[in-house]
């Protein structure tokens, strides 16, 4: 889910930045420490939106740069347990599939593409058995955060999974759309 919150940190502004207006140079600053900033509370910073308020700024010695005491608003992502995202399919491979949520990728292992025995071709495709349902690279789908790991901070893992019901690829769902409202009519004419 997306979030703007406040933060209040440090900042540090360069010497080459002391012409410029001190606001537009400690948004600078600030957007270039915290874009895909990655922290388990805040999630991964999308980046700064606005700077709302700046302390009195100090320099300390050796360094030249003046350092100011910050309150800035962020707008994050940060996934959810049991959150639906959409998604497009990067890369499939024989143990599962890598779908694109924003700024990260989940992972949703081929146990959990869909509700079929699933198979992995050459031709980087997921096909199920009974089903014929296929997964291929670049497919928009729906899926179901389980799991959100950030023992990695620089890498967070995020277990994704289309298991359940109207979750899966848009083409999936279009097609058992159609089929409910084929059978809805079937049934009222009875």
């Not at 639906?84 to 700024?103: D, L, Q, R, T, Y």
């Not at 959100?148 to 899966?168: C, E, F, V, W």
Request: overall charge neutral.
């Amino acid at each position: 889910m997306f979030y703007e919150i406040e933060v209040r940190s440090h900042v540090r502004v360069p010497p080459k930045e002391f012409n410029n207006d001190t606001e537009e140079a400690i948004l600078r600053s600030l957007n270039g420490e915290f874009e895909n900033y990655i922290h388990k509370d805040l999630g991964v910073v999308i980046g700064v939106t606005e700077v709302i308020s700046v302390g009195e700024g100090i320099i300390i010695p050796g360094d030249g740069a003046a350092y100011y005491d910050t309150s800035f608003r962020v707008i994050s992502f940060r996934p959810e347990i049991n959150e639906i995202v959409m998604g497009k399919i990067g890369e499939i491979s024989e143990f599962g599939a890598f779908m694109n949520i924003g700024p990260l990728d989940g992972m949703i292992h081929v146990s959990q593409t869909m509700n079929d025995f699933v198979s992995f071709s050459e031709s980087n495709v997921l096909t199920g058995k009974e089903t014929k349902r296929i997964l291929k690279i670049g497919e928009v789908c729906r899926a179901k955060i389980i799991a959100a790991s950030y023992k990695d901070m620089s890498n967070p893992k995020i277990g994704l999974t289309m298991r359940q019901h109207r979750l899966g690829a848009l083409r999936w769902l279009k097609e058992d759309l159609s089929k409910d409202k084929k059978t809805t009519k079937k049934e009222s004419k009875k």
